[in-house]
Structures are given as structure tokens and as C-alpha cells.
């Protein structure tokens, strides 16, 4: 059983940066494919990243976020830049197991195929 933790979000005014972090615990994190969503108020989940053997990212934040871990501290880390209102949402990661081959962005990006799910950290972002 992996358990997931996400810090790291908060108020920030548009044009801003955030770091999210999840922390995962009870597995080691280098043997799972991670992923972030994020879900706004009266909107479906959307995929936002991910990374496996390769890095995955949604177009709506594709060249202003970087996805990244430190299998050191089974962390993974979500960096946004130039972040706009519309990106105003509850931030999840979630896990995982990483295959041998490459997943195709369709499965990464589908909230479905991960198992693991942590409880979310807001990120407003203020016009």
C-alpha cells in the first residue's frame, strides 16, 4: 500500500510560481509511474503531468511545468511557472506501477489506470 502526501500549494498571484510535492511512503517511488491532476470546482479530474520512463504533460501547462523526483526521497515534484487563474484547483498526485515498457500519454493521462491517490493540496491562483 502506498500512501501519497502533497505540499506545497497555496495563494499565489497570477503570473507566479508554485512547487507542489508528494511524497509517497510505504513503497519505494522509483517503482511506480507518478502522476498530477487537478480538479476546479464543478470541473472533472484533468490530467496535468506525469513521469515514468519519460515525462508527460498536458498541453494546457506544457512549457511552463516541469515534473521531476528525487527517488532519494521518494518525492515527486510538480514546478509551475506562469501560472494563470485557470490553473485555480485541487492538486492530486497519484501512483502507479511502472511497467517495463514506455505507457502511451493516453494511459498516463487517464486518472483511472493509477491506484494510489493522495488527498489533494489547493493551488488559488489571483488575477
Known amino acids: 500500500q502506498v500512501h501519497l502526501v502533497e505540499s506545497g500549494g497555496g495563494l499565489v498571484q497570477a503570473g507566479g510560481s508554485l512547487r507542489l510535492s508528494c511524497a509517497a511512503s510505504g513503497g519505494t517511488s522509483s517503482m511506480y509511474a507518478m502522476g498530477w491532476f487537478r480538479q476546479a470546482p464543478g470541473k472533472e479530474r484533468e490530467f496535468v503531468a506525469a513521469t515514468g520512463h519519460i515525462t508527460y504533460y498536458a498541453d494546457s501547462v506544457k512549457g511552463r511545468s516541469i515534473i521531476s523526483r528525487d527517488s532519494t526521497k521518494n518525492t515527486v515534484f510538480l514546478e509551475m511557472l506562469s501560472l494563470k487563474p485557470e490553473d485555480t484547483a485541487v492538486y492530486y498526485c497519484?501512483?502507479?506501477?511502472?511497467?517495463?515498457?514506455?505507457?502511451?500519454?493516453?494511459?498516463?493521462?487517464?486518472?483511472?489506470?493509477?491506484?494510489?491517490w493522495g488527498q489533494g493540496t489547493q493551488v488559488t491562483v489571483s488575477s
Open positions: 497519484a501512483a502507479r506501477i511502472l511497467t517495463r515498457q514506455i505507457a502511451p500519454a493516453q494511459i498516463m493521462a487517464s486518472s483511472s489506470a493509477y491506484d494510489y
